[in-house]
């Protein structure tokens, strides 16, 4: 069965061709980064508009790519929640419309479920590509790399790290290789979302904890403004960190002995933001290469620490030995490398980085596991911006 997803969650514009839910025929990105960059963060009218002009063409480039057209899909799939109602409303509008002309079922997903569905994902390298959009909105298309592929900073995975899932060696093993075993769970993390998941079945969703307020993504990027190093701030933090000793600065790690499963990283950014100020300031950090290291490494062991210390203990809690880290932060080499630290005697599976941001792929592919709930195309379907990960959006 082959499904067309489609994902405009936030700033990215993606779409993909998955076939029975795992192997990836081709993955279509279009990152806004570049629009953003000059204001220090996603703005939402300049998301929404970047998306309403590159998704068509999107669609007509990826089907054209491999010889087909609509006619070719078996269904649609598209992010229904949550994420910025505007751009949501751009891929929800698109999919209805082509669903209901070509009379195609239409299958809506839940972002967050889409993330920890997608290290059941593979296909060759050439399946994943990305468009960059400059400041005028023309970008121009380019397989992923295997920097890319393998990471920010494009080194392997750490001991103990089941990771990349694409290129020739998951093609070959294909659709009975199954990376995770149901029940697992799942530690969400980016710019937008940091939870820990107990992943029933793909239909099945218990959420065990969240942020209460920063998300950990955002905390990298409000850090990285701080320092006034530029947009997005999560590769660059990782970046400035080589060399830097974890153990400079005493930072504090909060909630890590709350007794639950929520995050807090509000309090580690003021804890930075004094810092930075007892320290001379951001211009003054700057030019010591060896205390701007030492501040990013201190900074990003403590966001590692808590997150892979509060996974621990929900493996613990549930009984499991498998974890699932998904998310644009699951790119950090840092949290990708820490895992035989933190969590000895844990499977930890990440995708490859080309999946752990926002990409059509994971709708697609999670798509597949709903089917059969969604034999037509719903036309009062609607976006959700605070769509329930526990709640009944399967249909």
Not at 172 to 178: H, P, Q, R, T, Y
Not at 185 to 195: A, E, K, R, Y
Not at 346 to 368: E, H, K, Q, S, Y
């Amino acid at each position: 069965m082959l499904i067309l997803g489609i994902e405009t969650s936030c700033d990215e514009t993606s779409v993909a061709l998955v076939e029975d839910g795992r192997r990836i025929l081709a993955n279509v990105v279009a990152s806004q980064v570049q629009l953003h960059a000059r204001f220090g963060g996603v703005v939402p009218e300049i998301a929404s508009r970047a998306h309403i002009q590159r998704l068509m063409p999107m669609i007509e480039e990826i089907l054209s790519s491999r010889g087909l057209d609509l006619d070719d899909v078996d269904a649609l799939a598209v992010t229904l929640g949550p994420g910025l109602v505007g751009a949501l409303l751009i891929g929800v509008e698109t999919a209805k419309t082509l669903a209901f002309a070509r009379r195609k079922p239409l299958i809506p997903v839940h972002h967050i479920a889409g993330h920890l569905y997608s290290p059941f994902l593979y296909g060759e390298e050439s399946a994943y590509q990305l468009i960059v959009l400059e400041p005028d909105g023309e970008g121009k298309l380019s397989a992923v790399g295997e920097a890319a592929r393998q990471g920010s900073t494009g080194e392997t995975l750490g001991q103990g790290a089941q990771g990349d899932r694409s290129g020739s060696a998951a093609e070959a093993a294909g659709a009975s290789d199954l990376p995770l075993g149901f029940p697992y769970i799942g530690l969400v993390v980016s710019g937008g979302h940091t939870s820990l998941v107990r992943v029933h079945s793909p239909s099945s969703y218990e959420p065990l904890g969240e942020t209460v307020d920063d998300a950990a993504g955002e905390a990298f990027d409000k850090v990285a403004k701080l320092l006034e190093l530029g947009y997005p701030g999560g590769p660059l933090v990782e970046r400035y960190s080589r060399g830097g000793n974890p153990a400079a600065f005493a930072l504090p790690r909060p909630m890590l002995h709350s007794g639950d499963f929520g995050f807090s990283f509000s309090g580690l950014k003021t804890a930075v933001l004094k810092l930075i100020n007892d320290l001379g300031g951001a211009e003054c950090i700057r030019q010591d290469e060896r205390l701007l290291a030492d501040l990013c490494a201190s900074f990003q062991e403590a966001v590692v620490e808590v997150l892979l210390r509060k996974a621990g203990a929900a493996l613990e809690k549930t009984g499991r030995k498998e974890l699932a880290v998904v998310g644009g932060v699951a790119c950090n080499g840092r949290l990708r490398a820490a895992v035989p630290d933190y969590l000895p005697g844990v499977r930890a599976v990440f995708p490859p980085p080309a999946l752990c941001t926002d990409n059509a792929a994971m709708i697609a592919g999670l798509a597949w596991h709903l089917r059969d709930r969604h034999r037509g195309c719903d036309l009062t379907l609607n976006a959700s911006a605070e769509l329930s990960l526990s709640r009944g959006w399967w249909g």
